[in-house]
């Protein structure tokens, strides 16, 4: 994991709150990905990004934005929220190929 | 829509033993398919990448097969050790997009 990190590891929130989820890769990777993983569900892609200001819907977008102004960054923000939006969120990284794929450590929301 | 299942969804087995896990997708018109490992609250490490053009890649005591037209990977694990123990997870790549879709993984518990 030395080359993606994720912050907040842990994070508790109320519902109704704006949440930031930060993800940052020193691979140079074009391609970057936010997954949730949720027992029952496996993981979901959420939103990836194919380059900077580059960005695309995955599975389960709804109630999500990301931004990517700069290669090395993929913030993740819930505008809102929600108790379903309890989840673990992984970040990854990868080569347009398909190759090198690289995941985060994960962060682990709660909302109450 | 790609689906992707995997059996079993858990394994216990006895140290030394040779073990096979499935994964099934249901539109062959994959990019490729990658074997994932997941260890308990960590993120994933990639294990082997199946271009769709080959039929099987090999590290280790790992070895990862695909028959495209039967929409099947199987992952065989030789000479199985406690430290498999952790959760397997295929994920195809689609050919038109950029999207990766998961299984739900097998959880693997490997016995001394």
């Known amino acids: 994991d030395a080359g993606i990190t994720q912050s907040p590891r842990y994070k508790i929130t109320e519902t109704g709150r704006q949440v930031t989820l930060m993800c940052h890769q020193t691979?140079?990777?074009?391609?970057m990905f936010w997954y949730r993983q949720d027992l029952g569900h496996g993981l979901r892609l959420i939103y990836y990004?194919?380059?900077?200001?580059?960005?695309d819907k995955g599975e389960v977008p709804d109630g999500y934005v990301v931004s990517r102004s700069k290669t090395e960054n993929f913030p993740l923000t819930l505008e809102s929220a929600t108790r379903s939006q309890t989840s673990v969120y992984f970040c990854?990284?990868?080569?347009?190929?398909?190759?090198?794929?690289?995941f985060g450590p994960g962060t682990r929301l709660t909302v109450l | 829509k790609q689906e992707v299942t995997q059996i079993p969804a858990a394994l216990s087995v006895p140290e030394g033993e040779n073990l096979v896990l499935n994964c099934s997708f249901t539109?062959?018109?994959?990019?490729?398919l990658q074997w994932f490992r997941q260890d308990p609250g960590k993120g994933l490490t990639s294990l082997l990448l199946?271009?769709?053009?080959?039929r099987e890649q090999t590290s280790g005591r790992l070895n990862a097969s695909l028959d495209k037209s039967s929409g099947r990977s199987t992952l065989y694990i030789a000479a199985s050790q406690p430290g498999d123990s952790a959760t397997y997870l295929c994920?195809?790549?689609?050919?038109?997009?950029?999207?990766?879709?998961f299984g739900p993984g097998t959880s693997l518990s490997v016995i001394p």
């Open positions: 990004s194919a380059a900077a200001d580059i960005t």
């Open positions: 990854a990284s990868s080569e347009s190929t398909g190759r090198d794929w690289i």
């Open positions: 199946i271009q769709s053009s080959q």
């Open positions: 539109d062959s018109a994959i990019y490729n």
């Open positions: 994920a195809v790549k689609e050919t038109s997009y950029d999207k990766v879709i």
């Open positions: 691979w140079s990777h074009s391609y």
